[in-house]
Every structure is written in C-alpha cells, then in structure tokens.
C-alpha cells in the first residue's frame, strides 16, 4: 500500500490478504523457499499449453472512491481467455498437495483474488457475465485440475465493494492519523533548549539532503547527538510531506535504545507521532524454543484470526511501541508479537530495527522496499561494511550436511540421497585440494553445486508436505535455510564476490564470499528518498564513502564539542604490539598501566588485540604488581546480563581503582556510555589491525587489482577504527576528563597520525608529570 497525492495504491493480494487471510501462523508452511521459482515456471509451462485465444499477464486496474477515499486497485492476470460467448479469467497457482484434495474452497484467498480480477475486468469492459477459473498444477505429477465459475456483475460488484470497504475503515483511520501527526510535526520544537555545538549545522545538512533527495555521510563526533540530530529534522522534513515513513537502523541494541529515548522525549514535548522499534524473533519470542507451529505455540494458533483486532486495539490506544508494549499487545489479543510487530510497522511513522531488516536479502522488510518517500538514517554506519560483508555471504558445511542426513527415516529416502550427493561434492574438495595443499579459491561461482542444492530444497519442499510439523529434524530443517540462503546469493554473483573452501577443523566449508558490498548496498539504497549515513568514527572518510557506495555523494565531518584540554592524548611510542613480539611487550604495557593508574584513583579500561593477549598481560601484571586494584576481565561470549554486571562495577564516585581488561573491537568498545567519573581513563594496545586470514587476504587482493591500497583497506582502516572506537568510551560529556594512553610505536608513524581525527591533538609521549599536571588541573571536575 502507498498514498500518492490523496489516492491510494493496493494491490489485488495485499487488499485480500489483509481483509481475508484467517487461521494459524505455521512457520512450516513458510518453507517452500523454492516454490517462487518453480511456481514461475509452472505459471509459464500453464500459459504456453493455452490456445490463440489465451492472453497472458494482463495488468489490470480499477481506480474507485469510498467515504472520500480514492483508491487504485491493481494487480496483473495470469491469463484471459477469450472466447466468443464468455471471457474468462484465469488464475493459476502450483502446489505439492494432491489435486485429489483440492477443491473450489481449497484456499479462500485464491478465489477471491479471481474475484477481484473478474470484477475488475468486467467493469472495464462492461461485461455482464463473466468467468472466474483457477487453474490448479501440481509441481511433482505435472498434473492440472481447473475450477471454473460463472458470475454476474452484480455479484462480483458487491465483493469486491465489500471488501473495498473493509479496507477504506482502515485507510480512513491512517490518512486521519497522518492529519493529525502532520500538523504535530508543524509545531514540533527542538526537543532541548539550546542546540550543542554542531547539532545545528547538522540538522540543516539532514534536512537539505531530504528534501534534495541525497545521500549524506556525515563524521560527528561524540556529544554532538547525532540521534536527535538527525532524527529531528527527519520529523520536520515528515511533517511537510516529505516523506512517509522513516528507518532508524543500527547495529546494537544500546544505539536503538537511545533512538527509543529520542523518541520518547519528542512524545513527551506533545508531538503525535507512531514509532516502533522491532525486536529478534528469538528474542521477543514467549516461547522457550522458537517454534511457529499452532501445536507449539498458542500464539500461532489462529494468529491471523486475531492479529487485525490487535493492530487496531495498538493503533487506537498507543503511539510508541516498545518490546514491553508489543508484549503486552501480543499477550492481550493472544498473537504472536513478531509477526504482530511486523504487520503493525506498516502502520507507524518511525521503524527502529537492526541493519538485516533493511539489507539482508534472507530477511529484509520487502514489503517497505517499494515506496519512494521513505527516509533511511543509518546509525553506526561504520558496523556496516563488515555487517554487509556478512549479509550478502553464505556458507555450506560439510558437517552439517552430515549431521542433517545422520538420523533421517526412510520415508526421507530421496532427501538423504540429495545430501549424499552433496556431502561427495564436499569431499571431493577435500581429496582434490586439500590433501593436496592446494587452495581452493574461484572467481567464478560453483555452478557445478547449485544443481545438486535446488533439487534438495525441492525435495524437502515435497517432504515437508507430507510430515507432521512437529516432526521435522531441526538439524534438516537448519540446513535447509543456510541451503535457501546459499542459492539466493546466486542471484546477486558477480565480480565482487569470491568462492573458496576452507578446512575448518576438519569440516570442509564451501562459502560465496562477498568481498565488496558496495553496489548491492547502492541498489538497496536507491530506494530510499534519502539515505543518511552517520557515525563517530567515519574515517577515513573516502574509505567508507567507496564500500558504502557514495562516492559522488556529500560527505561532512563536524568537530567535537568538547573542550579538548580535558582529554589528555598519549602515545607509548617504544613498544611493539606486533605479534612476533608480543611476549616482550608484556612487562613494558603493565608499567604504562601501572604509571596511569597510580596517578588517579578512579574507572580504566584497558583494551587488547586479542584475548590471549589480555590474559597474558594480566597474568604479568599480577606476578610484577599483586592485585592491589579491582580487576575485571571480558571473557568471552558474555551474555546480556554478564554485560551489565560488567559495566555495574564501574560507578560513579568510586572508592578503589577499577580496571576493566577488555577486547579491542568487542562488546565493551563500542555503544558504551560510562558517563562522568564512571571512566576516566581509556588504555588501547595495538593499531587493532585484524587478524591474519584467508578473507582479509581476498579483500586485500580485491583492492589492490582496483589500483587501491589492498593492505589499508583489508587491515589498516577497519583495525583504526576500532582504536577510535575504543578511545570513544572516554569523554561522553562536557563535565568529562581523563586520559587516552596508545601502546604502539606504530602510532607515532605519520600514516597513523594522518588517521587521527582533528581533535585527537596535541598528543604527548607518557611522562609521570604530564600524567600528574592533568589531574591536577581537572581532578576537581570528578569530585
């Protein structure tokens, strides 16, 4: 659905889908991952096996007015036939289900969509009677059985107005609402009283690349409040007619968390304005296990039956839904609060959601992705290039393969031959290269395999008909999502992927390996009325503009508006951090550490490149020093509430020293936000260059045939960004101070300073009298 200057554009199946859809949610029935293809083939073997007389793919549309509303139907024709005493529309749709079964009344939504068509059709030509047929092909025995029905206008006229109707109750209620938050917006007001240095230059740039219908990539540093900056004028811009919809995307749960606050605090000034923020299925879901099956879940069961009342109950009694309002919506009307928040975000002004709602070609919100009005605030951009890497890659184990066929029934005969055959494509790899010690690395994709994965998607299409859903193997069924996976990024293959295996402990994984995200992310994008790409650390500029394709695109950087003098910068030239000569370094890092900390009691962080070496370090550290401070050490794959209890350690006004022992580029460099005295001083070894792998070399390789610098764009970039990252976690406002220490002789060459950001100088080499000069300045701001 779109609303284009007063008039409302549906088309045939959303309009039915919506009025008419009823019964259960049924994950299973989700599954048929091949079905579009093959469903597209049968639709054309169907048309071609028709007369002279049958046209095919006809566009119909049928523009009509009620209670005020102008509408536009629209949808196209499988086929029409015409012969000379009767037009008949022809709807075909393919199945796995016995023709046996099928009967008229076999899926409600299939007849009415004919329906539609028939009506729409005869209106058009001022038929009186006309006929509605579906046409019914069966994918395994190629079999077809037809439904044929005669109606007179009146009849159709009367459906298709009834159902009309229905719809316009609601879209009366959306264009009533959109009055009502325009004219809010009008009125809307900075939300704080005066605008931070920055915040203002920023907002205009948001609004200007909005109403000009740029992409804009903007470096703004922390404190400026890129969240309200860009939001803000994102609403104004809404409120003017500019947009319809706007995506706050990001990366982490704390980024969406503020863009919540944000949100609330605009709520709370008067303005009306709808906004959601969608949640994990795994992680919203009521269930112990994820199960969307009526027999599992209650909240599946007959989900369609409910699932409109709690739209309209959550639209008519609230404006911003968070996971809790979600929940208890969800819980009230008995639905499933995934799929309810999903279809109630077709309703809402503002979407906060992760990244793969908008870019994951498994799981994006396609059914956002066609209007052109809609505005796209990318928060954390820099999360975005590695995150795009991942979305448009796929990967195949050989173990999994194994371990899907290991337990299967025999009814699962063809499925388990399917896997064989695949699991021998794996081997084969592992006999003719690695045991050979020969790479397997291809610029062309492994058509050789795609054969071999679409007939097992097809065979468990037919198998899963047959099965209790209950029943299916999780391990068959886990794998038959990664295979649909694989296959779809057949589809977007080109020169900016790579194919390559590799022997991960013994398992053989075959993976398309997306090197350079840049042109996918651009099409995405291109849907968008504007695109908005911001983040505290978008350096280099020029590296970021090329991979999150923007090369011709505006670029601004905004200084910091903090006062600088109350970060003290310093950089520990005379230690290498490089791996051959970590082992030396650790008595050296503990005396920096040791030199910072003794000088003020207080909060520290202390980042390494690895976990190794952070435990080698603090293992020296206790057998030089003892443990006369509190130590706390990340370990590795922390829960939510292991992550919180870290950061509780680390309170205001804190009587004993505190060190936080943590990885560079992990969960406690990035999104976290120790304001005041709750951290006071930030120490980061290493240049945060990622490790040495077969990716990085790729992408390094990728880059320097496109005449780029591969090792800078493979290491250097991302590694400094996590340094910047790092440092980011000192100074989150202006009462703020403390110290930055860098430990890597590598900081001091001019490639690295040349990366600083403008208000990383001056920096000074590390001295107790520099150390004891700042505190003494600014010891009083964290008293």
């Excluded at 890659?393 to 393969?401: D, F, G, M």
């Excluded at 011709?552 to 290498?576: E, G, H, M």
């Excluded at 435990?615 to 401070?629: A, I, K, Q, S």
Aim: charged letters at 25%; a negative charge.
């Amino acid at each position: 659905m779109r609303i284009c200057e007063n008039t409302v554009f549906v088309s045939v199946r959303d309009l039915i889908e919506f009025i008419l859809k009823r019964g259960s949610l049924d994950s299973s029935s989700m599954m048929s991952a091949s079905r579009a293809v093959l469903g597209t083939k049968a639709h054309k073997k169907v048309q071609k096996s028709m007369g002279d007389n049958y046209t095919s793919e006809v566009i119909l549309q049928h523009a009509c007015s009620y209670d005020d509303v102008s509408f536009v139907i629209e949808g196209r024709a499988d086929g029409i036939i015409e012969n000379i005493d009767l037009i008949i529309i022809d709807e075909i749709k393919s199945t796995t289900t016995s023709l046996d079964v099928i009967e008229e009344d076999y899926n409600p939504l299939h007849l009415a969509q004919v329906k539609c068509y028939a009506f729409m059709y005869a209106f058009d030509k001022k038929l009186g009677t006309i006929g509605a047929q579906l046409t019914y092909y069966n994918l395994d025995t190629k079999e077809t059985k037809r439904f044929l029905k005669l109606y007179d206008y009146e009849e159709l006229e009367t459906f298709f107005n009834d159902m009309v109707a229905k719809y316009a109750a609601w879209i009366r209620f959306y264009i009533n609402w959109c009055s009502l938050r325009d004219a809010s917006l009008k009125s809307l007001v900075f939300p704080f009283d005066t605008y931070r240095a920055g915040q203002r230059e920023l907002a205009v740039h948001v609004y200007k690349s909005i109403v000009n219908k740029t992409k804009l990539f903007v470096n703004a540093p922390t404190g400026i409040g890129k969240t309200i900056s860009t939001l803000f004028p994102s609403l104004k811009a809404m409120g003017e007619g500019q947009a319809s919809k706007i995506f706050y995307i990001t990366a982490k749960t704390i980024t969406r968390t503020v863009a919540e606050n944000a949100m609330n605090n605009i709520h709370l000034g008067g303005t009306r304005i709808k906004c959601i923020t969608l949640t994990a299925k795994d992680k919203i879901c009521f269930c112990e296990t994820t199960n969307c099956t009526p027999s599992h879940c209650q909240h599946a069961e007959g989900h369609f039956d409910r699932v409109n009342a709690a739209i309209w109950d959550a639209l008519n009694n609230s404006d911003l839904f968070t996971r809790d309002v979600i929940e208890s919506f969800a819980k009230k009307h008995r639905v499933c609060p995934f799929e309810f928040a999903l279809d109630l975000a077709l309703w809402v002004d503002v979407i906060i959601c992760d990244y793969n709602y908008i870019f994951d070609p498994t799981v994006a919100l396609k059914r956002f992705l066609d209007a052109r009005d809609y505005i796209l605030l990318v928060d954390e951009a820099h999360n975005l290039v590695d995150r795009a890497r991942d979305m448009f890659s796929a990967s195949l184990s050989k173990r999994k393969v194994l371990a899907a066929k290991k337990d299967l029934p025999k009814s699962y005969s063809a499925v388990k031959t399917s896997l064989t055959k695949i699991n021998s494509y794996l081997l084969d790899i592992k006999k003719d290269y690695f045991e050979n010690d020969i790479a397997f690395i291809k610029k062309d994709m492994p058509k050789d395999i795609y054969p071999l994965l679409r007939t097992f998607i097809n065979l468990c299409d037919k198998q899963f008909q047959k099965t209790s859903k209950s029943a299916i193997d999780n391990d068959l069924l886990d794998l038959y999502f990664e295979i649909y996976g694989f296959l779809k990024l057949f589809e977007f293959y080109d020169e900016k992927y790579i194919t390559y295996a590799n022997n991960e402990s013994g398992d053989v994984v075959l993976k398309l390996f997306c090197i350079d995200p840049s042109y996918l992310l651009g099409e995405i994008m291109t849907k968008f009325k504007s695109v908005i790409l911001f983040s505290a650390t978008l350096l280099p500029i020029d590296y970021y503009k090329y991979l999150l394709c923007g090369m011709n695109d505006t670029a601004i950087r905004l200084d910091s508006p903090f006062d600088k003098s109350k970060a003290l910068r310093l950089i520990a030239s005379d230690v290498s951090t490089r791996y051959q000569d970590r082992a030396n370094s650790y008595s050296h890092i503990c005396q920096y550490i040791k030199q910072v900390v003794d000088n003020h009691l207080g909060n520290y962080f202390v980042f390494f490149p690895s976990y190794k070496y952070l435990m080698d370090v603090y293992t020296r550290f206790v057998e030089m020093y003892g443990t006369p401070y509190a130590f706390h050490i990340q370990s590795s794959n922390m829960d939510e509430s292991e992550r919180e209890s870290f950061l509780s350690q680390f309170e205001e006004n804190p009587r004993d020293t505190h060190i936080g022992f943590c990885v560079l580029g992990g969960i406690f460099s990035e999104g976290i936000d120790l304001k005041y005295d709750r951290l006071i001083g930030v120490i980061i070894i290493g240049v945060g260059l990622p490790q040495l792998c077969l990716e990085r070399s790729l992408i390094e390789n990728y880059f320097n045939e496109l005449g780029k610098d591969g090792y800078h764009y493979a290491y250097t970039y991302p590694g400094i960004n996590k340094v910047f990252q790092a440092a980011g976690r000192l100074i989150r406002t202006e009462q703020d101070a403390g110290i930055i220490l860098l430990i890597d002789d590598r900081f001091n060459n001019a490639l690295y300073k040349n990366l600083f950001p403008a208000e990383w100088t001056p920096y000074y080499p590390v001295t107790i009298d520099s150390i004891s000069h700042f505190w003494g300045r600014f010891s009083n701001l964290l008293v």
